[in-house]
Each structure stands twice: as C-alpha cells, then as structure tokens.
C-alpha cells in the first residue's frame, strides 16, 4: 500500500488529499472517503486503509482546508455549519474534490464511488444529487436532510447505513428523504439497525447524552454491506 497527499487550491484555499493506493500497476476502482464533522481523522484514515486493502484507490477528502480541524464540539460545528450554511461552496468543494481524483493516473475514472460518516454521509448523498459520475454512494450514519428537490435520477446508486435510534435523523426527515427518492425512482437501499444511535461506526464514539455510540455489530453488518454494494456497483 502507498500513500501520498494530493494538493488542490480552490478559491485560494489550500486542501489536500490523502491517497492510499493498493499493491499493484495499473488503474483500480476509486472509493471517496468524506469526514466527520470534525474533519479527517483517524477514523477515516483507517476505513481508507482498509479500502486500500480490499483492492480500492481510497482518497480521504479535506473538505475544511489544509489545518483546520474541529478539536470539540463548539470548533467542529463552526466549520461545518459554515458549510451547510453556504450550499454554493460545499457543493464547489466537493466537485473540486471528486474532478481532483479523477485525473489521477492510478484511478480508473469509470469506477468511482464514495463513502461518508455522520456530516459526510450528508456529503455523500449531494455528490450524488449533483450528478457527480459516481457509480455509488453510501452514507455511513449520515445526516438525511433533502434540500433541494431533485429533478432527475441521480447517476449514482445510493447506500444509506442508518440507526434506527440516531437523535440527528428524525423520523419525519427518513420520511421525507425516502419520499424524495421513490419521486424520482433513484436507486437505493436503506440498511436500519434497530436500537442504534448516531456515530456508530466509530470506536471512539461514547457520548450516551449525545447519542453518540460505538455498536460492533452494527458497524461489522454495515461494512460487509458497502463492500457487497461495491462489488455490484463495480462489476
């Protein structure tokens, strides 16, 4: 496995993105990693290890900028409801993103898909709203906000790992979105994980008041979920 970060500016901001490639010459299938709102970390550093691992390009995407992290809630929020707040631009960085991969030579740019956790299962999902070339998405306890109605069928097939629990998502917003997705006869799926809460995914999740919880077993289905998705989607 080889690792490298990829430069890009975008309205003279400097981002980058952390490369894993697999062993082996040639193009392979290429995964997007989009982060938490917190901003790339190890939790996302170590699910695109483990897609360098099954054969993938993984491309760990830096959607706040080179150095800016959240180090708590307050900071975390801050930078990204300065994103939710301004569609034009989060949409622009996430085209950015995806056009820098893309070019790479190691990717094969038919074969392209992405993954998100909490704000970026949220990313995810526009990706495939903004009819990016992405075979799929899956959205890994992501937010399920609708935003603006949808006029055709996105190219990419969509993968939402969802629990049941999850504080952030209510129910009327799961209603909404899966109302959203049979108008335009998108294809999707939608994994529910009964008695599970937000962030469950992540080893270092333990915030009971939040709703903020670790489950293995949820987080062991979901993964062998996306990996059959992909197999499919990349046939």
Same mark, same amino acid.
């Given at each position: 496995?080889?690792? *490298?970060?990829?430069?890009?500016?975008?309205?003279? $901001?400097?981002?980058? @993105?952390?490369?894993?490639?697999?062993?082996?010459?040639?193009?392979?299938?290429?995964?997007?990693?989009?982060?938490?709102?917190?901003?790339?970390?190890?939790?996302?550093?170590?699910?695109?290890?483990?897609?360098?691992?099954?054969?993938?390009?993984?491309?760990?995407?830096?959607?706040?900028?080179?150095?800016?992290?959240?180090? +708590?809630?307050?900071?975390?929020?801050?930078? /990204? /409801? &300065?994103?939710?707040?301004? #569609? #034009?631009?989060?949409?622009?960085?996430? *085209?950015? =993103?995806?056009?820098?991969?893309?070019?790479? $030579? =190691? !990717?094969?740019?038919?074969?392209?898909?992405? %993954?998100?956790?909490?704000? &970026? &299962?949220?990313?995810? *999902? %526009?990706?495939?709203?903004?009819?990016? +070339?992405?075979?799929? !998405? !899956? =959205?890994?306890?992501?937010?399920?906000?609708?935003?603006?109605?949808?006029?055709?069928?996105?190219?990419?097939?969509?993968?939402? *790992?969802?629990?049941?629990?999850?504080? /952030?998502?209510?129910?009327?917003?799961? =209603?909404?979105?899966?109302?959203?997705?049979?108008?335009?006869?998108?294809?999707?799926?939608?994994?529910?994980?009964?008695?599970?809460?937000?962030?469950?995914?992540?080893?270092?999740?333990?915030?009971?008041?939040?709703?903020? @919880?670790?489950?293995?077993?949820?987080?062991?289905?979901?993964?062998?979920? /996306?990996?059959?998705?992909?197999?499919?989607?990349?046939?």
């Amino acid at each position: 496995m080889r690792s *490298q970060l990829i430069a890009h500016t975008l309205g003279g $901001e400097d981002f980058d @993105i952390e490369l894993l490639r697999p062993e082996g010459e040639g193009e392979h299938p290429c995964v997007l990693v989009f982060h938490a709102w917190k901003g790339r970390g190890e939790h996302e550093q170590q699910r695109a290890r483990r897609l360098a691992e099954l054969g993938f390009v993984a491309a760990g995407v830096d959607l706040y900028g080179v150095g800016k992290r959240g180090h +708590d809630t307050d900071s975390a929020r801050e930078l /990204m /409801m &300065g994103l939710l707040s301004d #569609p #034009p631009k989060l949409r622009a960085r996430i *085209q950015a =993103s995806f056009e820098t991969v893309r070019a790479l $030579e =190691s !990717v094969d740019a038919s074969r392209m898909g992405a %993954i998100g956790f909490c704000f &970026g &299962g949220l990313c995810v *999902q %526009i990706a495939a709203r903004m009819g990016l +070339d992405l075979r799929g !998405v !899956v =959205s890994f306890h992501g937010l399920l906000k609708v935003g603006q109605p949808l006029e055709t069928r996105p190219k990419a097939k969509l993968m939402i *790992q969802h629990g049941q629990d999850d504080p /952030m998502v209510p129910p009327e917003d799961l =209603s909404a979105f899966a109302a959203e997705m049979k108008r335009i006869d998108a294809d999707w799926v939608l994994h529910a994980y009964p008695g599970v809460q937000h962030a469950f995914t992540n080893p270092a999740a333990a915030d009971t008041a939040g709703g903020l @919880i670790y489950d293995a077993d949820a987080d062991a289905r979901s993964w062998l979920e /996306m990996r059959r998705f992909f197999e499919d989607c990349f046939a």
